[in-house]
């Protein structure tokens, strides 16, 4: 049974399955140095300081905390939006801008997302970058989601036309594998930050 359970999973879902379960296994200690690495990291890139309008996301599933980056960029003046699903247009995502006053909601997928208000929604164009999650990526910034194409969708102008807000990634360094299998679709990143550094293509 165990076999024939394997046989119908495919090389993608066995990666994803792989890898979220090491990024989940990471003790508190582990995602909380990581989280400080990745804001160290962040503070130095480049992008960020010529950057107003930035989308970010809460991590859920032992992504890596998120939460202090997006503190420091309300610091620095900076406005932060967050993704929420589209209410009618399936797969599709809207970014709202996010406060420390965002009434928040939970979705379908039970992650925490901003209550929808039409007043707060910035359109993917004049973003200047999308922070990325991931579940994989590989040596080439190839990326692999959690399966649903959200993030594929929002940045295929980047992918067709580098047009369009600035796609980079953000993940633990153990959700690097040498070589992912990858569709048409499937929007590369031109980079990464991982707590051990920036990944560049
Ligand atoms: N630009 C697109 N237009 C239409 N369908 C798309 C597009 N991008 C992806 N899809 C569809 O979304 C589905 C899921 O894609 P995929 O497995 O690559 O998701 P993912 O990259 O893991 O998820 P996500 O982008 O949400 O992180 C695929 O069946 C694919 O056909
Ligand atoms: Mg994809």
């Known amino acids: 049974m165990s076999s024939l359970v394997q046989q119908s999973t495919s090389p993608r879902q066995q990666i994803r399955q792989q890898i979220r379960q090491a990024r989940r296994a990471l003790s508190k200690d582990e995602q909380h140095t990581a989280s400080q690495q990745l804001l160290s990291q962040f503070k130095q890139l480049p992008y ?19 939460l202090p980056l997006i503190q420091w960029l309300w610091q620095q003046q900076k406005s ?4 929420i699903l589209h209410p009618f247009s399936q797969g599709h995502l809207l970014f709202l ?13 039970k992650i925490k997302e901003p209550v929808l208000d039409v007043r707060l929604v910035k359109p993917v164009p004049v973003l200047d970058i999308i922070f990325t999650p991931l579940v994989a990526f590989d040596k080439t910034g190839q990326r692999l989601g959690m399966g649903g194409g ?4 929002t940045l295929s102008s980047w992918h067709s036309h580098k047009t369009g807000p600035r796609p980079i990634g953000l993940a633990h360094d153990c959700q690097q594998v040498n070589s992912l299998p990858h569709e048409a679709w499937d929007v590369p ?6 707590p051990s550094g920036l990944l560049n293509w």
């Open 189 to 194: 990143l031109p980079n990464i930050i991982t």
């Open 48 to 66: 960020v300081s010529s950057a107003q309008h930035i989308a970010l996301y809460l991590a859920n599933d032992g992504e890596i905390d998120t």
């Open 150 to 153: 959200y993030y594929d969708r």
């Open 97 to 109: 801008h996010y406060t420390a006053q965002t009434r928040m909601t939970t979705n379908k997928y």
């Open 80 to 83: 932060v939006y967050l993704p």
